[in-house]
């Protein structure tokens, strides 16, 4: 089947710095991908759409310059958390549809904590 | 826009019995699928089974079936035989096909197996 990966899969960080998380699809290619944010207990919350060759679409609420969004190459999206807070500690995951499947298939997420 | 709705936010039931998870949806779309995603302690979403809209004969996986009914936009999964290692939390997710490939997720419900 399909495989996304997310790296890094744990990140401890001190408020003020940014974080880097990738997203990439390992064997199939993916002109866009999802990025979510999950609380505990709760469901998937769709933060921002990732294009290839152009920008993100963020959902309502979420605050474009606080989370930079990169689709570098048709196999890898990355989240930039810029001075983080503790507040953005969360699980981020990431989403990548197969085309010819409609169906989405998910990274093991990462964990982030903002201390 | 798109609603889904799980109304059983946990549930148990003995080890090797049946279970059944309820979601109900809201569109005026016509062509969409529906998934059941299983998401373990690991926190890594497994995709459990897919249903295109536009067939009327339930989907299956092994011990997994739904029960779509699109005139009520209800979309149950079934759980037969149920495992210790089904314990997880379900959500169900809607998609419109082929429009981005953005999901909406239900709230979930946290399924726990009993030995």
Same mark, same amino acid.
């Given at each position: 089947g399909a495989v996304v990966s997310q790296h890094p899969s744990w990140v401890i960080c001190k408020s003020?710095?940014?974080?880097? %998380?990738?997203?990439? $699809? &390992?064997?199939?290619?993916?002109? /866009?991908?999802?990025?979510?944010?999950?609380?505990?207990?709760?469901?998937l919350m769709l933060m921002a759409t990732s294009n290839e060759g152009s920008k993100a679409t963020y959902e309502q609420g979420v605050e474009?310059?606080?989370?930079? %969004?990169?689709?570098? $190459? &048709?196999?890898?999206?990355?989240? /930039?958390?810029?001075?983080?807070?503790?507040e953005d500690s969360s699980f981020y995951i990431c989403s990548a549809p197969r085309q010819g499947r409609e169906t989405q298939y998910f990274g093991p997420g990462t964990r982030l904590l903002v201390l | 826009?798109?609603?889904?709705?799980?109304?059983?936010?946990?549930?148990?039931?003995?080890?090797?019995?049946?279970?059944?998870?309820?979601?109900t949806y809201d569109t005026s779309e016509n062509n969409?699928?529906?998934?059941?995603?299983?998401?373990?302690?690991?926190?890594?979403m497994i995709l459990v089974i897919r249903q295109e809209a536009y067939k009327q004969q339930n989907a299956t996986e092994n011990r997994f079936s739904v029960n779509f009914q699109k005139a009520a936009k209800s979309f149950s999964l079934k759980i037969s035989d149920s495992q210790l290692g089904d314990t997880a939390m379900y959500f169900c997710a809607f998609m419109i096909r082929g429009i981005g490939n953005m999901l909406t997720f239900g709230g979930g419900t946290r399924l726990m197996v009993k030995p």
């Open positions: 003020g710095t940014s974080v880097k %998380i990738e997203c990439r $699809s &390992l064997d199939f290619q993916a002109t /866009t991908m999802f990025w979510y944010r999950q609380f505990p207990k709760q469901s474009k310059d606080k989370f930079l %969004i990169n689709h570098a $190459s &048709l196999t890898l999206s990355t989240l /930039t958390v810029t001075s983080a807070h503790p | 826009a798109q609603t889904v709705t799980q109304s059983q936010p946990e549930m148990s039931v003995q080890e090797a019995e049946t279970v059944t998870l309820s979601c969409y699928y529906l998934f059941w995603y299983k998401q373990p302690p690991s926190r890594q």
